[in-house]
């Protein structure tokens, strides 16, 4: 009969370790689902009030029930025809686009920073910036219109990169360092003499144009004015292609964390991986430099700030980076329309003065200097 209830006492503690494995797993899953259901729901909250924040306020009850109007199997409300025309017309491309840009603005951060093993690195590292900044300067004192700007941007966003490529093989073929790592030097490097050499025909052009200096240097700063679906339409195709092929090559980005001679070692070409992934996140980032103008600092304080609170797998961190990069530049710009409202303060100028206390932080926090180092 002991023996009996022994047992009888014992049989528990399988149900038990069940329980227990249960419940760790059940933490676990909640960890690792925990900054995916945070990024989406402040990019929907900072769509929600993107929309409904502005001169003419939106209610938000409004907002749904406009959204509503446009879902099927819901009913219909009845909308004021201004409001329909704001949210739709005015608000919801601005707002969009912005949750665009800032998704290409962090996620090139996030891939530049992989492949160089640079934690400086930005979208801005191989001259995209400066060849922006020139195609814009030309078509503006050239009086072509608003709607070459894009393009002139664009391409010279891409003939920058292209250029500083070019440039940079040819050190590297020069160096005496290893291959692997010479290339990587060699086009950071080239990035920076190829940024100052266009920043200073940039500064030219200025000079000889005084009366074009406050469209350039609108421009330059950064704005979501004159959003439209046409500026969307005219992204998305490449915004998607850059995407597609970043979130392709995550995995590799972490075997390249190991190092690249190693990486090399475990079969990992990491020349073709260079070459893709910063093909990809230039393509992304010059098509949204196009229509947004110049915003820095996205593509740094997004991916080291979830460095610090999601790991530095690039698998979780260049989707996350994507997701609330969006939700941070849609922030921005709501605070660009509102801080000095009816007027607007230049959005670049809202990234950067969030920027500067964020490296002031870096610098004082031990755990984000170890993601640096």
Known sequence: MRVAEGSAGLAPAPAARRTAASRVSRKRGLRLRGPWILAVGLLIAAALVGVSVGPASIPLSTVLQAFANHLPLLPHHRVASLDTNILWQVRLPRVVLAGIVGAMLSGGGAAYQGVFRNPLADPYLLGIAAGAGLGATAVIISGAGTAWLPPAAFAGGVVAVA???????????????????????????????????????????????????????????????????????????????????????????????????????????????????????????????????????????????????????????????????????????????????????????????????????????????????
């Open 163 to 373: 250029l500083t490529y070019a440039l940079g093989a040819t050190g590297a073929r020069g160096s005496n360092a290893p291959g692997i790592a010479a290339g990587t030097a060699s086009i950071v490097l080239a990035g920076v003499a190829v940024a100052a050499l266009l920043t200073a025909l940039q500064t030219y052009l200025q000079q000889q144009h005084l009366d074009a200096i406050q469209n350039v240097y609108s421009w330059i700063l950064g704005r979501l004015t004159l959003s439209s679906w046409s500026d969307i339409t005219t992204v998305l195709p490449y915004v998607v292609v850059a995407t597609v092929l970043l979130l392709m090559h995550a995995r590799q980005l972490d075997v390249l964390r190991v190092g690249e001679l190693e990486a090399g070692s475990l079969g990992l070409n990491t020349v073709r991986l260079r070459l893709i992934v910063v093909g990809a996140a230039t393509l992304g980032t010059a098509a949204a430099v196009a229509v947004s103008g110049l915003i820095g600092f996205v593509g740094i304080i997004v991916p080291h700030a979830l460095r610090l609170t999601a790991g530095a797998s690039y698998r979780r961190l260049l989707p996350l980076s994507m997701i609330l990069g969006g939700a941070f530049l849609i922030a921005a710009d709501i605070a660009a329309r509102t801080v000095q409202s009816p007027g607007e303060v230049p959005i670049g100028v809202v990234t950067a003065c969030v920027g500067a206390p964020f490296f002031l932080f870096v610098l004082r926090s031990r755990r984000a200097r170890e993601q640096l180092s």
